[in-house]
């Protein structure tokens, strides 16, 4: 029976390991590039504690950076993170039997990477409670704002001809979260339909349109195969 708990239970710190893979050059970038675009350290590190969202972060910057006011800013930082809600949703069936005095805290560290990690823990495993997502939450979190502060020193002694290799490191760590979840014939074949449909769409649509409607439409059809097969 212990071993049988030892080997369902889900460690938070040992799950964090992709994440503080991927964050490290990730934070790094941002912290670079927010002091080569004329932000103080402090003001680097701010966002990464008090915004923790990496997509809208490096879109702050851009946008601050532009001179651009501070209700278009909001606004659309705001759309950006809307898809926050839909995690939220994703994981509120599972944090039911945790405390309640517990979620206001916890939604505060739900990240695109955070939550796949997580949902992909917790399916089909009961053998959790708050002290996983704190471990799993903390420790990515920690990591996102100490590779930031490291990235804004460096940044701060860099002149404007270093690349700092972002273009590489944002699509490797989305790759790297996608392999973890991928299982089965089903969703290996909806990933590869979903990227060759954004590619092709890509051409077509205006900005990065493509990826969502590629993203909804491979969603459907994995619903669709998912009843076909039961039914049949």
Do not use: C
């Amino acid at each position: 029976m212990i071993v049988n708990e030892t080997k369902n239970s889900i460690n938070g710190i040992k799950s964090s390991f992709p994440i503080v893979l991927g964050y490290l050059p990730i934070g790094f970038a941002y912290g670079i590039l927010g002091t080569k675009s004329g932000f103080s350290i402090l003001q680097v590190v701010a966002l990464s504690l008090f915004v923790y969202a990496g997509s809208a972060q490096f879109i702050a910057i851009s946008l601050l950076s532009s001179g651009t006011d501070i209700i278009t800013l909001i606004m659309t930082i705001f759309i950006v993170n809307l898809r926050h809600f839909l995690y939220s949703t994703s994981l509120s069936q599972y944090m039911k039997r945790i405390n309640r005095k517990h979620i206001p805290i916890l939604s505060f560290f739900i990240t695109d990477e955070t939550y796949a990690v997580s949902i992909t823990d917790l399916k089909g495993n009961n053998e959790y409670n708050e002290k996983y997502f704190y471990q799993l939450f903390f420790v990515s979190y920690t990591t996102w704002v100490i590779s930031s502060f490291i990235g804004a020193m460096f940044g701060s002694f860099l002149n404007g001809s270093v690349n700092i290799g972002l273009d590489f490191a944002l699509p490797a760590m989305y790759i790297a979260l996608l392999l973890m979840q991928i299982s089965g014939y089903r969703k290996v074949f909806i990933s590869i339909f979903s990227g060759l449909l954004s590619i092709s769409l890509m051409y077509i649509l205006p900005g990065n349109i493509n990826v969502i409607v590629s993203a909804v439409i491979g969603a459907g059809i994995g619903g669709l195969i998912d009843i076909w097969t039961k039914n049949s």
